[in-house]
């Protein structure tokens, strides 16, 4: 069979190949140099950055500034000191062996570490609840319309007011409350049980109630774009359900996970209301200290709070992000 050469299959089909007009260079280059017509970007990325700097870098610079400011009983003055700082962190009779504050945190790194300790056990409950939620919406409903319907069930808590999901409570917990009628009248228990009402429990309870759609969301989306391809493949193969989940699962929910975690995180951080409300006040975080020090405004220990509060997060978040890397799983 005669081999037929590309020189020649050209000149026997000039309109495949041969007939192709040659493109304009200096067209090509002109278009190249010039962009069409429209905003530059500039102009389009203009309005995030003035509400960037507006609304985040501009208050951010005042709680650092107003950090350093002395407090007065007429108010700020613009005295630069360190005051506040050494408030926050210094306890007299710390280095002092002979002293009860001996190597004894202040009260204020208490209450930060306190916020700290309910953020990450109500991070761990609410993964414990919304994770097979989330299981449950993405796998094993089929129907897209149910599994948005029952999406949308779990979002109907963010529907209503914060403090008013918060103030629901206090009719549950209490000693006349319906949990304890409900255990009364299963003969549960012969009277009514205190530990619910203003206690770390109640908290606890309410912190997850309130929070856990934040972490059922991105676990959900997360799960429901696993290709079920890999999961027919891995049955095929013999696998069990657990390993299943070991192997393909759970690692391609990761993302979510951690992004559900970051938004819960930073939300019980800031926390206050809640544990006024539900706990009654009997214990402190450090938003309730920034509300009590902005109420009788000694702005710049508030500020010292703030930022100490900032701090908290971003390495709570940094920490999140070392663990499972996003970018990387996605």
């Not at 001996?102 to 056990?121: H, Q």
């Not at 549960?188 to 912190?207: N, Q, R």
């Not at 309730?288 to 908290?312: C, Q």
Request: hydrophobic share 55%; glycine share 8%; aromatic share 14%.
């Amino acid at each position: 069979m005669t081999e037929i050469t590309e020189t020649q299959f050209t000149a026997s089909h000039p309109g495949l190949i041969g007939s192709q007009p040659k493109p304009d260079e200096a067209a090509v280059r002109a278009k190249i140099i010039r962009p069409e017509e429209g905003f530059s970007t500039g102009w389009l990325i203009a309005p995030a950055t003035l509400w960037l700097i507006l609304f985040l870098v501009v208050p951010l610079a005042s709680i650092i500034v107003f950090s350093f400011f002395e407090s007065t009983p007429s108010g700020m003055l613009p005295n630069l000191t360190v005051h506040s700082y050494r408030e926050f962190f210094y306890v007299e009779g710390f280095f002092s062996p002979s002293s009860e504050s001996f190597l004894k945190p202040s009260v204020f790194i208490t209450t930060l570490g306190s916020t700290i300790y309910f953020t990450f056990v109500t991070m761990f409950l609410c993964l414990i609840v919304g994770y097979p939620i989330a299981y449950f919406l993405s796998m094993q409903v089929k129907a897209f319309k149910w599994q948005l319907a029952l999406f949308l069930l779990c979002m109907v808590p963010f529907w209503t007011s914060y403090l008013i999901r918060a103030v629901a409570w206090l009719p549950m917990l209490g000693r006349r409350g319906l949990i304890n009628q409900a255990l009364s009248g299963m003969g549960i228990i012969d009277k009514p049980v205190s530990f619910l009402f203003y206690s770390e429990f109640g908290y606890t309870m309410a912190l997850v109630q309130i929070y856990v759609v934040l972490g059922i969301g991105p676990i959900f989306f997360s799960l429901a774009k696993i290709d079920k391809a890999f999961l027919e493949a891995a049955i095929d193969m013999g696998a069990t359900p657990f390993q299943i989940f070991r192997e393909i699962i759970g690692p391609m929910s990761l993302p979510g996970v951690a992004i559900g975690m970051i938004f819960i995180f930073v939300m019980i951080m800031g926390e206050f209301a809640t544990a006024v409300v539900v706990y009654g006040g009997k214990t402190s975080t450090t938003g309730t200290v920034i509300l009590n020090y902005y109420g009788i405004a000694n702005y710049p220990f508030a500020a010292v709070n703030a930022l100490m509060l900032m701090v908290a997060m971003v390495l709570g978040i940094v920490i999140i992000l070392r663990v499972v890397d996003i970018r990387k799983e996605l």
